[in-house]
């Protein structure tokens, strides 16, 4: 029997069976960010230990920098230690630290990609949720805890429990308007919050091939938000292309043997998945969230449920806190709602395709009087690249603020959040209760809904802005 894409490169890993559920993995890649890494660092030295492999550890400042423009990793008060405790511990370590304004700086799920530290058949992880979203290259990639990370850098392996496997299939066709984003809005909303639990989720099918890297990346980016600790796609030609020239990419010297490698990892003809979930991309519309948890999502054309008509394992009452807080009603049209603010950035949906197509909407129009809106480039990197097309002087010129790069409002970490009782239209990846500052309201949508919102002052079905 073949093998999938995840147990090949699970098995290449091991460097010992403990049981027949646990095993230790070897790491390829680390990565380090500013809210966890240097109290890492510092835990491992703190114990009398060094950092195993530290040409294999990356960091960079993301979660708790300001992004106003003109920033330093002192301007935000509430992260100004951490950014210099990390620069202090990596530095200590040998550990190649990407400062605030150099290339390299950004996100940590999007700086690694683009400087080619994520490849196919590497394993990798991270002090965050999201390292999933690396699973777009063929890697496994996941995130870990603070113990996890202290034991990574000390020895460069991992104990972990292997999952077990999924393979979400999708065909179709897009219908014009809808992105990558919706997909994995659909899918969540479709599967729910839990599906991917205790899986390792690999997505496939002909509209994944079709899809770029970076839409990939969102679609992986959200396999987390469906449960699932890992979520991958086979590399192909797109994925060679992509990694071609990167600062870390393997050398010309090593080029055809590492392509030859990669190109093993896909999942054999005769693979058996323990689950399988077949979805139609025709029936995908845009999609926004209503409530405080992923799953809570419709089209965004479409009505809230009533009560009576949900499907999935939600209780009422969680139905019923979620429209509270969110200051709607069952029934009622998301289209028309009055919004505040408009983030569009985060890990999910900050690289230059996301800002293009947010450009895109709003070229030679103004954002609605009274609303704020964001841009927060995901790294330095793609901050260049706009500026260089242009792009920065379209946002500015419809009324946008154009940041410097960071998580800025995903989290909130840094400051930079709404007001209580704001209604915000964001690109991020959770809505939860207070992700975006108390009492903030948050709808998650793709970078052409949340462009479209800024520019109507209230949720709008984006196929409507010409």
Known sequence: MGQTLFEKIWGRHVVAQLSEEWALLHIDRHLLHDLSGAIALESVKSRGFTVRNPELVFATADHAVATSQGRTGYTN????????????????????????????????????????????????????????????????????????????????????????????????????????????????????????????????????????????????????????????????????????????????????????????????????????????????APMMTWGTSPEQVIAID?????????????????????????????????????????????????RISDLREAARVVAGKRVARGIGAWVVPGSEQVKQDAELEGLDQIFLSAGFEWREPGCSMCVAANGERAEPGQRVVSTSNRNFVGRQGPGVRTHLASPASAAAAALAGEIIDPREVA
């Not at 603070?146 to 219908?175: C, D, F, W, Y």
């Not at 509209?207 to 938000?225: D, Y």
């Not at 590492?258 to 005769?270: F, H, K, L, T, Y």
């Not at 069952?330 to 709602?337: K, N």
Request: glycine share 10%; aromatic share 6%.
């Open 77 to 284: 008060p509430g992260g100004a230690r951490l950014y210099e405790e990390l620069k202090k511990a990596t530095e200590q370590a040998s550990i190649r630290f990407f400062d605030i304004g150099k290339l390299g700086q950004g996100i940590v799920h999007v700086m690694a990609p683009e400087l080619g530290l994520v490849q196919p058949g590497m394993t990798l992880i991270c002090g965050d949720s999201h390292t999933c979203t690396n699973g777009a290259l063929g890697a496994l990639a996941f995130g870990i805890g603070s113990s996890e990370i202290i034991h990574a850098l000390a020895t460069q392996t991992l104990l972990q429990r292997k999952p077990r496997t999924m393979n979400v299939r999708i065909h179709g066709k897009l219908k014009p308007g809808v992105f990558a984003k919706d997909v994995g809005l659909f899918l969540i909303g479709l599967l729910g919050t839990r599906a991917g639990t205790g899986y390792a989720v690999e997505f496939s099918g002909p509209l994944v091939r079709e899809f770029g890297i970076e839409a990939r990346m969102t679609l992986c980016n959200l396999s987390i938000e469906l449960g699932a600790k890992m979520g991958m796609i086979a590399p192909d030609d797109k994925t060679i292309s992509y990694l071609s020239g990167k600062p870390f990419s393997p050398t010309p010297s090593q080029w055809e043997e590492a392509v030859a490698q990669w190109q093993e990892m896909v999942s054999d003809p005769d693979a058996v998945f323990d689950r399988e979930h077949v979805v139609d991309a025709a029936a995908i």
């Open 302 to 350: 479409a009505n809230i449920p009533k009560l009576d008509e949900f499907e999935s394992g939600q209780s009422r009452d969680a139905l019923e806190t979620a429209l509270a807080y969110m200051d709607l009603r069952p029934g009622q049209a998301l289209a028309g709602t009055p919004i505040d603010r408009v983030f569009i950035g985060a890990c999910t949906n900050a």
